[in-house]
């Protein structure tokens, strides 16, 4: 059972959007950035957000964050097949002086 | 570049230990916080722990599902991080990642506990 909690899975056809949702509370989200990670097939993940809306380096604009209160979205535009990942949400958590993520969601691009 | 490469991963029995490594190259390695994190077979994200700087005196967190058990420490002169794995379960194979601050992830090292 994760601290952070995501939907299993979303899926939306190509170049449409997508939003996918992270709920924690007032000891992680509520207390701290998240960090937003999409784990492509068989690799390591790859951070695509951070400091809840802020993307790295070489992340296209099609991918935004926003938070509000004690939850996260990760939102993703102009969807194509290459997007198909698992994304996973991440912060710390205060009260159990520990990093927590969630349980992951499965993007299918139909 | 930023490169981070983990090493040491293996077969081990239950209640054995283990202890992997991870290089890094690319960046001032003694400025940051490392961090391990694991990842079962078709199982998400799981943080195992993480090591702040000499300026933070090198303090140490870990989950409690390894609280005990495991040894996070560095060796800024040779810019590696350090993950000591003692008392092995089986529920502690997994792929094994090191991260700076939650930014940057190596490719990961596969760690089975299996009799």
């Known amino acids: 059972q994760s601290v952070l909690t995501q939907p299993p899975s979303v899926s939306a056809a190509p170049g449409q959007k997508v939003t996918i949702s992270c709920s924690g509370s007032s000891s992680n989200i509520g207390n701290d950035y998240v960090a937003w990670y999409q784990q492509l097939p068989g690799t390591a993940p790859k951070l695509l957000m951070y400091e809840d809306n802020k993307r790295p380096s070489g992340i296209p604009d099609r991918f935004s964050g926003s938070k509000s209160g004690t939850s996260a979205t990760l939102g993703i535009t102009g969807l194509q097949t290459g997007d198909e990942a698992d994304y996973y949400c991440?912060?710390?958590?205060?009260?159990?002086?520990?990093?927590?993520f969630g349980g992951g969601t499965k993007l299918t691009v139909l | 570049e930023v490169q981070l490469v983990e090493s040491g991963g293996g077969l081990v029995q239950p209640g054995g230990s283990l202890k992997l490594s991870c290089a890094a190259s690319?960046?001032?390695?003694?400025?940051?916080?490392m961090h391990w994190v694991r990842q079962a077979s078709g199982k998400g994200l799981e943080w195992v722990g993480r090591i702040r700087s000499k300026a933070n005196s090198y303090a140490t967190e870990y989950a409690a599902s390894v609280k005990g058990r495991f040894i996070i420490s560095r060796d800024d002169s040779k810019n590696t991080a350090y993950l000591q794995m003692n008392s092995l379960k089986t529920e502690d194979t997994a792929v094994y990642y090191c991260?700076?601050?939650?930014?940057?992830w190596g490719q990961g090292t596969l760690v089975t506990v299996s009799s």
């Open positions: 991440g912060t710390w958590d205060s009260s159990l002086s520990a990093a927590v």
């Open positions: 690319g960046f001032t390695f003694s400025g940051y916080i």
């Open positions: 991260s700076r601050s939650m930014g940057d």
